[in-house]
């Protein structure tokens, strides 16, 4: 009588056992396979590696914005002092090191050229504007920390969030000329954020990204003796970056 009950379960229920072991069987590869269903081929051989390193190469655009001080109103030799966009590039080292499954810790000395330039206009109407620019080579030092979205057929998309060292070793403010200029402070720290996408080739990671950064500190060097200083409080340095990262 048992047997003939158990023939008759196995007849009545067969057919979900079976297929509840075939689903099991297909939805439990491991994570090779599951990768590979997604279309990640080359992500599989960077996703072994705790740590990785590569270049950049970047271009930039400075800028500084400048608060006015109270002098600004009362002086009789200025009319405008804003600020005015220049161009640069960057040229730097990746290190990379994976903490945890979707977030890394990044360093990235760069080498950057960077332009910021203050324009002026006189209130005599007969003066012409003139700028005062600000040419600097920057050694930079930004650590950021990286958040990575589950990677999808070789591409995934990412954000950061860190602070960076700047120190301008081609400064002027300690040149015989600066009492004559607005002298730049040629140390700054700054906060960074930015967003981008990576994709996994099979050889290298390529990984275009944008960023933005603001300066925490007044880099202005206070000249009482100089107009153009007098009529400014504070000088706040920003920047706009993308790069293009080549990581294996």
């Not at 590696?49 to 950049?56: L, N, Q, R, S």
């Amino acid at each position: 009588m048992q047997t003939i009950k158990l023939r008759n379960l196995l007849h009545l229920h067969g057919y979900k056992i079976i297929t509840v072991a075939l689903l099991f069987l297909f939805a439990s590869p491991n994570a090779n396979s599951q990768a590979n269903a997604r279309g990640n081929y080359n992500f599989l051989d960077f996703q072994q590696k705790p740590y990785y390193f590569g270049i950049t190469l970047a271009s930039n655009t400075s800028r500084f914005r400048i608060f006015h001080s109270k002098d600004f109103i009362l002086n009789d030799s200025i009319s405008v002092a804003q600020s005015v966009k220049g161009p640069g590039f960057n040229l730097g080292i990746v290190s990379n090191l994976k903490v945890g499954k979707y977030f890394d810790f990044r360093f990235l000395p760069t080498l950057s050229f960077a332009e910021r330039n203050i324009g002026y206009t006189g209130t005599n109407t007969e003066r012409r504007p003139y700028t005062r620019k600000v040419e600097s080579v920057f050694v930079e030092l930004p650590f950021h920390i990286r958040y990575k979205s589950a990677p999808f057929k070789d591409k995934r998309v990412f954000v950061i969030s860190g602070v960076k060292y700047s120190f301008d070793v081609a400064s002027d403010s300690r040149t015989r000329q600066a009492n004559e200029l607005v002298r730049v402070a040629p140390t700054d720290f700054a906060f960074e954020v930015g967003a981008g996408v990576q994709f996994f080739f099979p050889y290298f990671i390529f990984s275009p990204e944008f960023k933005v950064s603001q300066g925490l500190g007044n880099v202005l060097i206070f000249n009482d003796g100089l107009d153009q200083s007098t009529v400014i409080e504070k000088i706040i340095s920003r920047t706009f970056t993308v790069s293009l990262h080549f990581e294996g």
